[in-house]
């Protein structure tokens, strides 16, 4: 961040810019009160910025910051508690949430008003020459620094900002992959299961109902390859790859087929085989629909 001398330097604010401003003083601070009514003026005709001014006392309060600022700059005493004050300018303006623009504007406003009652000076041409340079001399740099600190204020608001943003995203993100692992080894839990269960049938169809048990073995290795699908389809989600709703549809399919399976053999009621049916056809409808779906999308 520059300091007062390096602003000096680069705007070039030599001994007779200081010559200059105290001349500047004498001509412009008798229009400080005019200047303050006609710069709230300004700001009360755009709804934007008239709407940080509701109350009369926030009228004062703007106008009394604008005479002194203007007492100030017209001062020419510029050290770095000066610079301090202005970048605590810019810094309120990002906290009021006032767009930069408005406030560059501003500055403008004030720029045309110093420059005309310059120019109305009972002077010589070149000697008004002279004085609006190190005016505009004057306002750039106070607009520099002003700007400058506007920005580094908001570029923090956003920063910091982003980085709660950033870190929620990040923990989310590994919550969300440690639970997909969670799943996987549900599923790798319930495969296990479903392979003992199927087991149980082999072995029930071999000692004793062997109708029956092949058939039950039959829904087991369906619901089997089920599991199979969705330890398959969660892999590809742990790589990144995107979750179909189709293998539940699938899943619950062939817990029907199964049900229907064992219903042949444990029951011989016409409602419950109906029932099965109609869920079979529904699922079957709703698969067909969403293959057609996923080729339209392609």
Not at 50 to 68: G, L, M
Not at 176 to 193: F, R
Request: net charge neutral; charged share 20%; glycine share 6%.
């Amino acid at each position: 961040m520059e300091t007062i001398d390096e602003i000096r330097k680069h705007y070039r604010l030599h001994a007779q810019d200081d010559l200059n401003l105290k001349e500047l003083a004498q001509i412009l601070l008798p229009y400080a009160d005019q200047m303050a009514d006609d710069f709230y003026n300004y700001l009360a005709e755009d709804p934007y910025s008239a709407n940080f001014f509701k109350t009369s006392a926030a009228v004062k309060k703007r106008k009394e910051t604008i005479i002194v600022w203007f007492q100030n700059l017209l001062a020419g005493n510029y050290n770095n508690s000066y610079l301090a004050k202005l970048r605590r300018i810019g810094q309120v303006h990002v906290r009021i949430g006032l767009k930069g623009h408005f406030f560059i504007a501003a500055m403008n406003f004030l720029r045309t008003f110093c420059t005309r009652h310059t120019t109305q000076a009972d002077l010589e041409e070149e000697r008004k020459n002279d004085l609006i340079e190190t005016l505009n001399k004057v306002i750039d740099f106070n607009l520099d620094v002003i700007t400058s600190s506007y920005r580094e204020a908001e570029l923090r608001k956003v920063f910091l900002s982003y980085k709660a943003e950033s870190f929620m995203i990040q923990w989310s993100e590994r919550l969300m992959h440690g639970l997909n692992l969670v799943l996987l080894i549900g599923l790798l839990v319930m495969s296990l299961g479903v392979v003992a269960l199927l087991g149980s049938d082999v072995y029930h169809a071999l000692s004793s109902d062997l109708q029956h048990g092949v058939i039950k073995a039959l829904g087991s290795l369906l619901i089997l390859w089920m599991m199979i699908e969705l330890l398959h389809t969660q892999v590809d989600v742990l790589r990144g790859g995107k979750f179909h709703v189709r293998i539940f549809l699938e899943l619950a399919l062939v817990a029907f087929i199964r049900k229907l399976f064992v219903a042949s053999v444990e029951t011989k009621d016409p409602l419950s085989f109906a029932l099965l049916l109609g869920g079979i056809l529904a699922l079957g409808i709703i698969l067909f629909f969403q293959a057609k779906s996923e080729t339209w999308e392609k």
